[in-house]
């Protein structure tokens, strides 16, 4: 579902002078803004900042009578695709977790059938109020979503939870939260990261692979609707939220983890660096500097993706390709050795570690190139694509 309506509430609170950027962001990304203030909100900043930015009049009152029928409670969510609260104040949020309505945005929240996102914003010790704690649980437990808060330095010069995520942040998780749900009702392993592999006690084999971009996959498809398992080599990344999470250490770590899911898998998404060999015979011991030669004898790692297609009936197997010279023509040989419908070539020089990228797909129909975004978005687009090819597959 595109967001294309929202109603916009904006509670009391310093953080109120951010919901104006907001409301300008949210525009210029095409979006129709309808301002709802409370009486609080009146007193941070002026009604006529919305107006002029979104272009339609700022609401407060719930008797007032500029809506045709004098139902501004219903008119004005009437349409709209979601209702977004920022910044929630902590009276706000009891007040919502207790379905009281004696307001118009409160009233709004009340008679919507639309869904309900809140920002809170408020000072630490509010934050961490047990009245206000539960009011948040009551409220992600009737399905409205928490965005944040973050943390950081505080308007009354207090330090901690409490302060409203910031409007690119909240627009990022307006996003995420309206994705199509292309993968909806299956289930996606994907591997990710740098695998290390042991030389001796404290020294192993790894590579520079930052995990950035399966991290990225795991949430575009977690956004998607998908269920996600996510197996990871050691990232410095915090897992997605509602991935089941797998850490591993060496390639034969991820396969092991792989085989334990994969058959129960509808798509294989292999972003992992996999390391191409391991160390026969690590040593259980720190090795000891000496003046000659060490030799290690490595040998090669099963190949986790290769194993995976070759199955007699495979999940959608999707690989990725980081290659430092003629990267099409190597990644589309990679694609067919492996037996893969579509894998994702990149420049290894562009691409490990930083967060933009510019991608091309390859598959049987050709090649689509993905020009330099950043990670989030070309996992989003190749969401997209998997979905198309996993459809037209299936039916
Ligand atoms: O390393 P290579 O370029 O062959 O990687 C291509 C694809 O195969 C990637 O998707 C990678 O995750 C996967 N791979 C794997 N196991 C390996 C090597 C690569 O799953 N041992």
Redo the contacts with the bound molecule.
């Keep these: 579902m595109k967001l294309k309506r929202i109603v916009l509430g904006v509670t009391g609170g310093v953080a109120a002078y951010k919901a104006a950027e907001l409301a300008r962001l949210l525009v210029k990304d095409g979006i129709d803004v309808q301002v709802v203030m409370s009486a609080a909100a009146r007193h941070f900043v002026g009604a006529a900042t919305f107006q002029a930015l979104t272009g339609h009049p700022v609401f407060s009152d719930l008797w007032d009578d500029r809506v045709d029928n004098g139902m501004a409670h219903i008119d004005l969510t009437r349409g709209a695709d979601a209702i977004l609260v920022a910044p929630a104040s902590a009276d706000f949020l009891a007040k919502l977790a207790q379905g009281r309505a004696d307001d118009l945005l409160s009233t709004l929240c009340l008679a919507r059938d639309c869904p309900l996102l809140v920002a809170p914003a408020m000072n630490r010790q509010m934050w961490e109020a047990p009245a206000t704690q539960r009011n948040v649980a009551q409220l992600s437990s009737d399905g409205v979503t928490v965005l944040g808060p973050d943390s950081g330095e505080q308007a009354c010069g207090e330090v901690g939870f409490g302060r409203m995520l910031e409007p690119e942040a909240l627009l990022d998780a307006l996003d995420a939260r309206f994705q199509p749900k292309r993968f909806s009702g299956l289930k996606v392993v994907i591997?990710a990261g740098p695998?290390f592999e042991t030389i001796d006690a404290v020294r192993g084999i790894t590579n520079p692979s930052s995990g950035k971009m399966g991290y990225a996959v795991a949430r575009a498809a977690l956004e998607a609707g998908a269920e996600v398992t996510l197996i990871s080599g050691r990232t410095c990344l915090p897992p997605p939220r509602d991935a089941r999470f797998m850490p591993v250490m060496s390639?034969q770590d991820?396969?092991v983890a792989?085989e334990a899911v994969i058959d129960t898998a509808d798509i294989f998404?292999?972003?992992?660096?996999?390391?191409?060999y391991y160390v026969l015979n690590p040593s259980e011991q720190k090795i000891k500097k000496d003046a000659h030669i060490l030799t290690l004898e490595l040998a090669?790692?099963?190949?986790?993706?290769?194993?995976?297609s070759s199955r007699p009936k495979p999940p959608f197997c999707?690989?990725?390709?980081?290659?430092s010279e003629n990267i099409e023509e190597?990644?589309e040989l990679?694609r067919r050795r492996?037996h893969?419908p579509l894998?994702?070539a990149n420049d290894v020089k562009e691409a490990v570690g930083s967060d933009d990228v510019r991608l091309v797909l390859l598959d049987e129909a050709g090649r689509h190139v993905l020009e330099k975004a950043d990670k989030q978005t070309q996992a989003r687009l190749l969401v997209a694509h998997i979905a198309e090819l996993y459809n037209t597959r299936n039916q």
Aim: without cysteine.
């Design positions: 591997t695998t390639a991820m396969l792989v998404i292999s972003v992992a660096a996999v390391a191409d090669p790692n099963p190949d986790i993706l290769a194993s995976i999707v690989g990725f390709a980081a290659e190597y990644a990679k492996k893969l894998i994702v």
